[in-house]
């Protein structure tokens, strides 16, 4: 069964340090990779995606994530976090010819501190 | 606005009580899903539907029902509500969810459920 496994459930920064989460996913085939914020009490919203191409891709507010296929992995990162990006991150995989479901990793809360 | 709406927000309802639970987006998208999220097992995906009377089982479809009878609505049954079914519910949609036209799925405020 395809299944996504966030590696750090919680993460404590301080404003300016760098920030790298950890996805990785169980899947074979051709795979949507994302990743979603989820701010306090907003609903979740994409912070960027990748389906082919490129395997470094740039999201909103400086989040880049980087592909890479041979480890199932599917990194996101930020040079320097700022107090607002305290939020919950998912990483979420929909696997091309695994049907439409779409699996979200458990979570990662970020909190930073001013 | 382009947006996801849901209705109720919070719900405390008791068991065995049916309930339902209103999604409704105004983009036209095809597909509509919707997830139940938990403390520590992040999003869940409970039913999704490709368009207009195609329905599919998710994850966790167990006591849940759903309907697509319009293009804009995504309605969450819970025929006989339990304790274990409460939690966070969102509803979200997509233009498509294959290939290269890939859009985002946009999601909803969530509903807050809470059966006794």
């Known amino acids: 069964a395809q299944s996504v496994s966030q590696h750090n459930h919680h993460v404590i920064l301080s404003e300016a340090a760098s920030l790298e989460l950890g996805c990785n996913y169980s899947?074979?085939?051709?795979?949507?990779l994302f990743w979603y914020v989820q701010y306090p009490g907003q609903h979740l919203q994409l912070l960027l995606k990748?389906?082919?191409?490129?395997?470094l891709v740039k999201g909103i507010k400086g989040f880049e994530a980087e592909f890479i296929k041979s480890k199932f992995s599917f990194n996101l990162r930020k040079p320097s976090v700022q107090w607002s990006d305290t939020a919950e991150y998912f990483c979420?995989?929909?696997?091309?010819?695994?049907?439409?479901?779409?699996?979200f990793g458990a979570g990662t809360r970020l909190f930073v501190k001013a | 606005e382009a947006q996801v709406t849901q209705n109720p927000r919070y719900l405390i309802t008791v068991t065995g009580k049916k309930l339902t639970v209103t999604c409704s987006q105004n983009m036209n998208h095809e597909y509509m899903s919707w997830y139940r999220q938990d403390p520590g097992l992040g999003l869940r995906q409970i039913y999704y539907s490709m368009n207009v009377e195609v329905t599919d089982k998710g994850d966790v479809p167990e006591g849940y029902k759903v309907s697509r009878k319009e293009k804009r609505n995504f309605p969450l049954i819970l025929e006989s509500p339990s304790p274990n079914q409460t939690s966070l519910y969102f509803c979200?949609?997509?233009?498509?969810?294959?290939?290269?036209?890939?859009?985002?799925?946009?999601f909803g405020p969530g509903t807050r459920l809470t059966v006794l």
């Open positions: 979420a995989v929909n696997a091309l010819d695994g049907g439409f479901k779409t699996i």
């Open positions: 979200a949609s997509s233009q498509t969810l294959a290939g290269p036209s890939y859009n985002e799925q946009f």
């Open positions: 899947y074979g085939g051709t795979v949507n």
């Open positions: 990748y389906f082919s191409g490129d395997p």
